[in-house]
T-cell receptor
């Protein structure tokens, strides 16, 4: 009955590879997010989608491409992985774009290690 | 641009002590403020959410306050326990439900 789920939980890969992280929410929410938590544990927003439409892009390198096939899914594809991409990536969702008063629900995170 | 600050970065207290964690933010135009808990290697657990029109919220031994005009929030933990040891993050919600996080306070409660 996980509300926001992410796969995989751990991802270890070589520099230069392309990889994807998947996120799904079963809460019926309209808006989903990707956050990055770096080695210093600082959490920062990357992207936000509302009903499959990109609404926030926080100056993330274009090697990162989010894809939202439907409003319950927001995947993150990363091309040409670099050492600095090593981090924990969290997916989150919230009910309604105008529902800024609502609580955000977070997934368990995907720990990406680039060697 | 919103900036959220949490000082100190780490705190160690003996079991049973009441403590206050501080959070400050630069832009008072927020929808709400959330306090999260993060255990090592784990995800985020939402503890309390205070709407911009509210002054405080309580859940069990936790009480969070919000003073939007001064850009401050506090998380009060009563009768701390070793199980409270974790990193506590505060985050403001702005336009498009964008969360801006502080860097967190790592709390250690000594038995």
């Amino acid at each position: 009955d996980t509300a926001v789920s992410q796969t995989p939980k751990y991802l270890v890969t070589q520099m230069g590879n392309d990889k994807s992280i998947k996120c799904e929410q079963n809460l019926g929410h309209d808006t989903m997010y990707w956050y990055k938590q770096d080695s210093k544990k600082f959490l920062k927003i990357m992207f936000s989608y509302n009903n499959k439409e990109l609404i926030i892009n926080e100056t993330v390198p274009n090697r990162f491409s989010p894809k939202s096939p439907d409003k319950a899914h927001l995947n993150l594809h990363i091309n040409s992985l670099e050492l600095g991409d090593s981090a924990v990536y969290f997916c989150a969702s919230i009910g309604g774009l105008a529902g800024s008063y609502n609580e955000q629900f977070f997934g368990p995170g995907t720990r990406l290690t680039v060697l | 641009k919103q900036e959220v600050t949490q000082i100190p970065a780490a705190l160690s207290v003996p079991e049973g002590e009441n403590l206050v964690l501080n959070c400050s933010f630069t832009d008072s135009a927020i929808y709400n403020l959330q306090w999260f808990r993060q255990d090592p290697g784990k995800g985020l657990t939402s503890l309390l959410l205070i709407q911009s029109s509210q002054r405080e919220q309580t859940s069990g031994r936790l009480n969070a306050s919000l003073d939007k005009s001064s850009g401050r929030s506090t998380l009060y933990i009563a009768a701390s326990q070793p199980g409270d040891s974790a990193t506590y993050l505060c985050a403001t919600t702005g336009a498009n439900s964008k969360l801006t996080f502080g860097k967190g306070i790592t709390l250690s409660v000594r038995p």
